[in-house]
Nanobody
Framework: VQLQESGPGLVKPSQALSLTCSVS??????????WTWIRQPPGKGLEWVGA???????FYSPSLKSRTSISRDTSRNQFTLQLSSVTPEDTAVYYC??????WGQGTQVTVSS
């Protein structure tokens, strides 16, 4: 399975961030797959953001839950992360992946005015 993140590299504070993960070589509806978003702020460790299961059930980090939404488009074999009311603390490299197998190369998102 191959994954590729896409989205804006620069977002202004208080705006919403939207990232899409395009999946190839496998279906996002394959049983037992968990499609996941993680991020790594500069100089910090990896942080789990959230996930969506093969059946569309979503899971969110408690610390981000109020601002996070993960959805999917099965016709395009994509899943999307939306993070609202961003601040500079949301600046990070964002990765999408299947929890137990493959990960994208990551995409840098900077929150700045």
């Amino acid at each position: 399975v191959q994954l590729q993140e896409s989205g804006p590299g620069l977002v202004k504070p208080s705006q919403a961030l939207s990232l899409t993960c395009s999946v190839s070589g496998g279906s996002i509806t394959t049983t037992n797959y968990i499609w996941t978003w993680i991020r790594q702020p500069p100089g910090k460790g990896l942080e789990w953001v959230g996930a969506i299961s093969d059946s569309g059930i979503t899971f969110y980090s408690p610390s981000l839950k109020s601002r996070t939404s993960i959805s999917r488009d099965t016709s395009r074999n994509q899943f999307t992360l939306q993070l609202s009311s961003v601040t500079p603390e949301d600046t990070a490299v964002y990765y999408c992946g299947e929890l137990t197998s493959s990960w994208g190369q990551g995409t840098q998102v900077t929150v700045s005015s």
